[in-house]
């Protein structure tokens, strides 16, 4: 039997809506969601956020509209804050949705940040989705779509750390067994998120200049690394005879067949295969 949750009826926000989406995606009960403000339903439910007028974990009860409640959450942070010290989420992943999403919904509901309307955050997605709403049933069925659209997050996000978590081991050993073999690119068997464990592992002053591995199109391509995280400069560039040509333009001027792309700002070259890759690097002495 399925457990009954309760948030309000009619216009939404970004708060209510991602604290259903951490519930429905995190409880490991089966919920239910009624959006009401009948005061039985209410005081019956066994969950109850942003409505109710009582913040009380132990209860389940999350609201911060009420004088006495003096803290700095919505009822997003109050859900995942409950979540985590219920078990249901991991600490990595409690502080990475605090920080990246859910602390910026507690500022926004609370007053304490104005979103920049030409920016599509989520709490600005939100309000779109709720725009123009002219009766209850119209209000109820945005809030699902709101509310999918933040799980689809959620999930989204959850496989990235994952992912990025995995990738952390295999970018540090790359760069170990780089400086050993004493070339400068990191070679991947598949594309993996490098850049945020490379920079945080010395990158600056690593001697790598590029990062090499198979696109999903079964293509290979070279990455020219940034001198730091956030530049759009390169350690070093493709060649400027290469800037902009792609496919037969760009074979005939490396010499090597399988040439497809390089990006006009030389930080990208994209090749049929491995082999083309490697010759057209060490042809024009870009790698040893």
């Not at 970018?171 to 050993?180: G, L, P």
């Not at 070679?187 to 920079?199: C, G």
């Amino acid at each position: 039997m399925s457990l009954i949750a309760v948030t309000h009826s009619g216009k939404f926000h970004a708060d209510d809506v991602f604290a259903w989406a951490l519930i429905k995606h995190f409880y490991t009960e089966p919920v239910e969601l009624i959006r009401t403000r009948d005061v039985n339903t209410i005081e019956s439910a066994d969950i109850v956020f942003d409505v109710g007028g009582v913040y009380a974990p132990q209860t389940r009860r999350f609201d911060h509209h009420q004088k006495s409640y003096t803290g700095h959450l919505s009822s997003a942070g109050m859900v995942l804050q409950w979540l985590k010290d219920e078990g249901k989420i991991q600490e990595n992943l409690f502080a990475h949705l605090k920080s990246n999403i859910v602390d910026y919904i507690d500022d926004v509901d609370n007053g304490r940040v104005f979103p920049d309307k030409a920016v599509p955050c989520f709490p600005n997605i939100v309000d779109v989705i709720g725009n123009g709403l002219q009766s209850l049933d119209a209000f109820e069925q945005a809030f699902f779509r709101a509310a999918n659209v933040a799980e689809d997050y959620i999930q989204s996000f959850q496989r990235a750390l994952l992912i990025i978590e995995e990738s952390k081991r295999i970018v540090v050993q790359e760069m170990k067994r780089a400086r050993e073999e004493k070339r400068n690119y990191l070679l991947f068997s598949k594309y993996t998120p490098w850049k945020e464990t490379y920079f945080a592992n010395g990158g600056e002053t690593d001697p790598s200049q590029f990062v090499i591995f198979p696109n999903l199109q079964g293509r290979w391509q070279a990455v020219a690394i940034p001198p730091k995280e956030h530049s759009f400069d390169q350690k070093k560039s493709f060649p400027l005879e290469w800037a902009g040509k792609r496919d037969e333009e760009l074979s005939r001027v490396i010499g090597i067949d399988g040439a497809i792309f390089c990006h006009k700002n030389r930080f990208i070259s994209v090749f049929s295969n491995q082999d083309s890759l490697f010759q057209s690097l060490q042809t024009w002495n870009l790698i040893p």
